[in-house]
């Protein structure tokens, strides 16, 4: 191993546009004099978000901005104005923000068991899930950014009547909306593929759905003249979940950008899974699905906990960071979380139980990976690690 390999290596590396390649966005902002409240780079933002989506949908899709993810998908639980407490179907294997978007917006919960080999919430899973607990809606998750089927999600809700919306906070560039009947929502998370250090979008089909959405991100004041309440009147109770014009700045300075890190980000995911399958074979197992557009993790199962546990001593006394995501699984957090209902999950537990996060960003180099692929060599055939 060369000594710069020993260096300590970080889990994420978030890479965001410098400052120079902001500059002009800044300039429009002096400019305008607008920093918030739906000002001209936001607006130009959602269109250009709107093109990037429009080609992957039939029927049109708008892109209504929001502060976060998170509170995306609050606004867009309510905009479904589902009777306070109604249930809500979430996959177990998903980040935290997935189960507090539910809460917050008054619903309960229903972790659901996840599909053995792509890992999310499929309908059929949903189907069973609804039958048993009478949910009136569900939130499918695009896992580790793989991608949800929005027109088998679509044919679902209308089947069944249950409402549907995505998060898709990791997904963007592999989640397509090509339903035109449910909001999808991303992050623009410095770590996720779009980077604003902070922000989201939620896009959609029903034109009325994100005008809800929007009216609700700016505290749910009514903005339309040619609606039956006056210019500045409470329609509903929102909150202030509104993107910033200096987030839409580099939002639109990420977006520049995009096209060429999910290109390197394609490459070094490519390198690094070829480098641990030829190294560690059969040992390894894959979520099912795409090549993702853009990844951001690099997250694989090792055969069970105890290697697992194997792999986390060795790599963090190298420096190596690991990260065990989406655990614990969404009902084994603290008791004050809840309402909860809880169905049987065998196969996100067997999932998570080997389940590993690995260090991944666009600086990390083929003798790093190579470097990782041995510790993880080791681990899951059980050698010492002496030999480095
Ligand atoms: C990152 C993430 C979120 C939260 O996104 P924010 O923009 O940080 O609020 C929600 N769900 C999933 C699956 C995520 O990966």
Known sequence: MSAQSRHPIPLL???????????????????SRHYSNFGPLNQALEERLTAFFAPHSAAGVQVVTTSSATTGLELALASLELPPGSRVLVPALTFVATLTAVLRAGLVPVVCDIDPENWLLTPEIAEAAITSTGALAALPVAAFGQPVDTLAWSQFQQRHGVKVVVDAAGAFGSQWVAASDIAVVFSMHATKTLAAGEGGLVVGGDSAQLASIRQMSNFGINLDPAAQLPVGMLTRVGSNAKLSEYHAAVAHASLDGWQ???????????????????????KLQWQAGETLAAPTLFCVRLPDAERRERLEQQAGSLGVSTRRWYQPLLHQHGAAVQPLVVLATPNAEKVAAGLIGLPFSCFINHTQIKYIADIVYSAVTNISNTHY
């Open 13 to 31: 590396t978030p890479q965001l546009p410098e400052r120079a390649l902001l500059q002009p966005y800044l300039d429009r902002i002096d400019a």
């Open 260 to 282: 060429a890190q999910a290109a390197q980000r394609r490459e070094i995911y490519a390198d690094y899974r070829q480098t641990l399958q030829s190294r560690c074979g059969d």
